[in-house]
């Protein structure tokens, strides 16, 4: 696939600098999955969001000047734009003008590999389009090919309001028989004990799934590999236990696609034990933590029983550093793994082989 060149724009209060450079590089990383090289990043120290041109329209002016000179195919905000931020920017700036939704909602059309994945794609990406039109009718037209523009199925984005709107309610209804289909299939799966693997995209979900079921999905170093549910059984200690790998969070995951993935997130709700997976390499790893934990609140997981699995620990620089981090959780549900070398995997099946003796002894389901 022919790679795009974008400018990277992102706004700073002064004294949020450390988080916007964290967000920005999560960026950069997230258009590198989707096929975009960074050529250049523009970070404006301002105290309020300018309510028309979110940089305001001097800055934006600088930032199109700049798009012509370095030849590049789009402009991607570090941030949610509004459909006006959105219209005013493209005024100015020659090129497409993406944010953050864009750019995920774009890997997610890349990587879409199911039926049900497809649908749930397409919807977000129509009803975020829709948004936008309601405030710009030429919003689409201005936006080429490449990021942006992609999706899964079969419709080519640039199609009018009324015929979008139609096409979300075709999707929608579509939707409802597939999850119709997997609520009959997930019905026996109550008799045993449900555990889904959640957490920060690329955290090594699916590499831990891999190594609890002896099973082979992706993984990769990309973001976003995994976009639709997996449950596969596992003998732990003698136990039958269904471990389910779903797809990942991030910072500010766009609402659409939580409310279009509702079904495929659905296996964290009906789970009897959470596996939140944290990538303790990453230094901000508390930060991401907190998101899965919004996230969880979000589709209504918040209460579930979690045990933290602290992955990648064979990463961490030193043996000291895990000796510091098992200190400072100490006492908490946190078990430390590598689910690369295998370290620390029977510590945690010791844990999950718990939450299912103390689920046992509750009352079987009825119904
Ligand atoms: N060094 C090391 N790398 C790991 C470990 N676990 C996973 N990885 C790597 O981390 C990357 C992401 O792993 P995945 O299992 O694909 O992560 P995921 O959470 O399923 O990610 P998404 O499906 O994209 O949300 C891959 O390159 C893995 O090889 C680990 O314990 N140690
Ligand atoms: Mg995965």
Redesign the pocket.
Known sequence: MERERAIVVAVARPDALAEVQRSVDELVELLDTAGVDVVDIVVQKRRKIDPAYYIGKGKAKEIAELARQLDVDAVVFDARLSPKHVRNLSSIIPVKVLDRVDVILDIFAQHAGSAEAKIQVELAQLQHRLARLRVDPGALSRLGGGIGTRGPGETKLEIDRRRIQARINHLKKKLKKVEKVRQQKTKQQRYFFRVA?V????????????RLTKSR???????????DTFTRAAWIKGATVLIS?T???ISNLPTELVAAFRSTLMVANEADLLLV?V?V?KPDFERDIEVVERTLRRIGAGNKPKVYVF?????LPSRYMLERLKDRYAGEEVVF?????GEGIEDLKEKIYEYYVRWKEQPAPTG
Not at 217 to 227: C, D, V
Not at 311 to 315: M, S, T
Not at 337 to 341: D, G, I, P, R, Y
Request: zero cysteines; proline letters at 2%; hydrophobic letters at 35%.
């Open positions: 693997l957490g920060y995209t690329s955290a090594g979900k699916s590499t831990l799934m891999n999905f992706k993984e990769s170093p990309r973001l976003f590999t995994t976009l790998d797809v990942g969070f997976v990538d390499s992955n990648k620990i064979d990463l793994v590598s689910a690369k070398t």
